[in-house]
């Protein structure tokens, strides 16, 4: 397929070139038509490939993408296949083609006006305002386009959804400003026998538990059981999604209630944020607990140990709140012209630009409506702050072009629209301060400084929305919230195995990108983040307690993302594995090469024979054995062999019920493997393959948008400079910054 920039006469005019320098006669032709035309012609159409029309010099333009995807073929060894010579001149035919289509015109594209999505919509308001809203809880699902849910095309609007933004827009504007009448308190207890809270050790309980309104809460914490008279005070923590708020003393000697005083002072006391939350209690660094086994540890005469976590509240916060101190730059009751300022400056980091008077003068409007209507000059700010929230300045990441109906027309975005896409490329929210006053200076764009905003922004906190967003989407870790493993077939499994499972990979993606680890670690690094939990699950012995840490593999049953249990586990049935799955997630997601959808009326798989009457691998073969079901299966079932020794929810197993496992299998480039450990170390060598697919989707994620053959170019280049650093990860990120498509844009032709 053509660049929209080469119209009939050029393509003619490429045609003439390709003919007259004789390269292609030369290099690519006797390829084409001695080892390739046998099984791809007219009469046998191997693949459904027919490449009689790619024998031709202008077949290069003409044809654009087929070719592309013989070269991806040819590239990763794919064809000839095994058992046919590689031609001589292959290697020469490889690079000649690569050349030609170097010659292209570059091509930024453009991105469709961007919504933002929940987690960006969830972000933004947090950065902005210092509100936690989940907009995951509240709007619905974004669609999906090339696998992400960040693309423009398919981030639309309806009804149900504004109506959402516009109720969202009051409560995060009254809890932003504290304008809310708290109700009177009320008190809530989450205990082990109420099963709200789960017990996820002897010295731990977790569970979710709702805030409904921002406040002060007493909270106190049951402690079941006595130890010795003698026995020392423990250290109690306190956690909040995961983050430690607090520690305290507590007695372990017989003792009813213990209270928990973030301030040390008057009242028992501490703020929290509204919303839905997942909070822990437990024990930290307890000797004595270390002396117990078995029953021992819940003996309630025996060992002492948390039980509930009652919440008492919400009381009206003694001090100013960290989101009004953000929005309350001077003293509103002093007068307009502060007022003024405050919603101006809100303006500006909500629209992520410079705001004109105009604009300021419109809120200004609604402030003065509130005092209208008696309200306080707190309730005026906070009715512009509603507006701004559902203006499509705020909703929407709009740029511009100077000819919006010339395709031909390539311009760099402004500073201000790279700034945006710069910041929630890493941290999928806002621009903060500085990003956005260098992009008003109009300095962003000078390599230098744009290289040292990237690594600021890498190494701040928020660049872990990659793993969540970019990770997550990626390698399909959002799917575990959905999955259900029949719990007769997989007893072990639950929420706890499963967060852990999240966790590890999450964990895993962060350490890899922050530490600029060479990306073959996804293939088949020597180490994981684990707890107890999943240790367990592994078989991996020395790990204790629910936190993650770095632990070195001293087996080869694991290694990589294709050895987590994240990743096996949103690859396999309900009941069982599935080599069909989990082969076509390696080509999707590692390798590139996605396969095409299966045919109709495809029969199905004896389910009640599998494990018991044949093993599944049997099963699969005689499925395979279908001439509709080979083309695709052929290449999909033995990467899918490969992880057969991970069950259905990634816990290593030598038998598939009564018969061992068979874990041999072959690489679309004809290697082959016996073990997971050599399919992972086969992989590496298809290094050119995985890089080219991750960048291509990390391209994908910057940009908001789909991947077009004119982006080819942009893939190799960001490839290239990938291999000559070693592979290391964040060259993929600054080299993605630095490309075209990311700097620039073009317009559309009217349609």
Same mark, same amino acid.
């Given at each position: ?401 100077? *000819?919006?109906?010339?395709? @031909? #027309? ?5 500073? =201000? ?5 710069? $910041?929630? &490329? +890493? ?72 967060? *852990?499972?999240?966790?590890? @990979? #999450? ?5 890899? =990108? ?5 990306? $073959?670690? &996804? +293939? ?228």
């Amino acid at each position: 397929m053509l660049s929209l920039r080469i119209g009939i006469a050029g393509l003619a005019c490429v045609a003439a070139t390709l003919a007259a320098d004789g390269g292609f006669e030369k290099t690519v032709a006797p390829v084409m038509s001695k080892t390739c035309s046998p099984c791809h012609n007219e009469q046998q159409a191997s693949g459904g490939l027919d490449i009689t029309a790619f024998t031709k010099p202008a077949s290069l333009t003409e044809s654009r993408e087929g070719w592309e995807i013989i070269l991806r073929k040819l590239r990763a060894g794919e064809m000839p296949p095994r058992g046919i010579p590689r031609p001589p001149k292959l290697d020469a035919a490889i690079k000649y083609i690569q050349s030609e289509f170097d010659k292209d015109k570059p091509d930024p594209g453009r991105v469709t006006a961007r919504r933002l999505n929940r987690a960006e919509y969830t972000n933004t308001i947090r950065d902005l305002l210092g509100v936690e809203f989940h907009a995951e809880k509240s709007f619905p699902t974004d669609g999906l386009g090339s696998g992400f849910d960040n693309v423009g095309d398919v981030l639309t609007i309806s009804p149900v959804l504004m109506e959402k933004y516009l109720s969202a827009a009051q409560r995060i504007s009254e809890r932003a400003l504290g304008t809310i009448t708290l109700p009177k308190p009320l008190e809530t207890q989450y205990a082990v026998k109420f099963k709200n809270v789960q017990r996820l050790n002897a010295s731990t309980i977790e569970g979710p538990v709702r805030i409904e309104f921002d406040g002060e809460y007493e909270i106190h914490f049951g402690l079941q059981g006595e130890r010795a008279a003698d026995a020392k005070p423990v250290k109690l923590g306190f956690w909040m999604d995961g983050k430690l708020l607090q520690t305290i003393m507590a007695e372990t000697k017989p003792s009813g209630l213990v209270y928990f005083d973030p301030y040390s002072e008057e009242k028992i006391r501490l703020q929290l944020p509204e919303g839905e939350h997942v909070f822990r209690a437990a024990f930290i660094d307890d000797d004595f607990v270390k002396t117990l086994t078995g029953k021992d540890l819940l003996d309630r005469k025996k060992n002492k140990f948390p039980d509930s976590m009652t919440f008492l509240g919400p009381y009206p916060s003694k001090t100013e709140s960290a989101s009004r101190k953000k929005i309350l730059i001077c003293d509103p009751q002093s007068g307009a012209a502060c007022v003024e300022k405050i919603v101006a400056n809100l303006a500006r980091r909500a629209y992520r630009r410079p705001v004109t008077a105009k604009e300021v003068a419109s809120l200004m409007k609604f402030t003065a409506m509130a005092r209208g209507e008696g309200e306080t000059v707190d309730q005026g700010i906070q009715l512009a702050l509603e507006a701004m929230l559902v203006s499509p300045n705020f909703l929407f990441r709009i740029e511009h072009d100077a *000819a919006p109906t010339d395709p @031909t #027309r390539t311009h760099p975005v402004t500073d =201000l629209e790279l700034a945006s896409r710069l $910041s929630y &490329f +890493l941290w999928s929210s806002m621009p903060d301060d500085e990003l956005l006053t260098l992009a008003e200076s109009g300095k962003l764009h000078a390599p230098a400084t744009l290289d040292a905003q990237v690594k600021r922004m890498l190494a701040d906190e928020r660049s872990a929305a990659i793993a969540d967003n970019f990770a997550g989407q990626w390698l399909e870790l959002r799917n575990l919230d959905v999955v259900k493993p029949d719990p007769q077939k997989f007893p072990a499994w639950g929420p706890e195995l499963r967060d *852990a499972m999240k966790m590890e @990979t #999450r964990l895993f993606f962060d350490h890899v =990108l922050r530490e600029n680890r060479p990306i $073959s670690d &996804f +293939l088949d690094a020597r180490y994981t983040f684990l707890n107890e939990k999943l240790a367990k699950h592994y078989g991996i012995d020395g790990v204790t307690g629910p936190d993650f840490r770095r632990v070195d593999l001293a087996t080869d049953q694991r290694g990589g993302l294709l050895g987590q249990a994240s990743v096996l586990t949103v690859s396999s049935y309900p009941t069982r594995t599935s080599v069909v799955i989990r082969g076509k997630y390696i080509l999707q997601n590692i390798l590139g090469d996605p396969p095409p959808p299966p045919p109709a009326d495809v029969p199905l798989l004896d389910e009640g024979s599998i494990g018991t009457a044949a093993s599944l691998r049997q099963q699969m073969e005689k499925h395979r054995a279908s001439p509709v079901c080979a083309s695709c299966h052929n290449k999909m079932d033995p990467l899918g062999f490969g992880l057969e020794n991970y069950d259905g929810i990634g816990h290593w197993r030598g038998m598939d019920g009564k018969f061992p496992v068979d874990a041999s299998g072959t690489l679309p480039n004809g290697k082959s493997f016996a073990t997971p450990s050599a399919m992972r170390s086969e992989l590496i060598s298809l290094m050119p393959q995985f890089s080219h697919c991750l960048v291509e989707k990390l391209l994908t994620f910057a940009l908001g948008r789909g991947m077009q053959s004119y982006d080819n170019r942009t893939i190799d280049e960001i490839d290239r400079k990938l291999a000559a650093s070693g592979y290391t990860f964040q060259t993929a990120i600054y080299e993605t910054v630095r490309s075209l498509p990311f700097q620039s844009r073009r317009g559309e032709a009217a349609h």
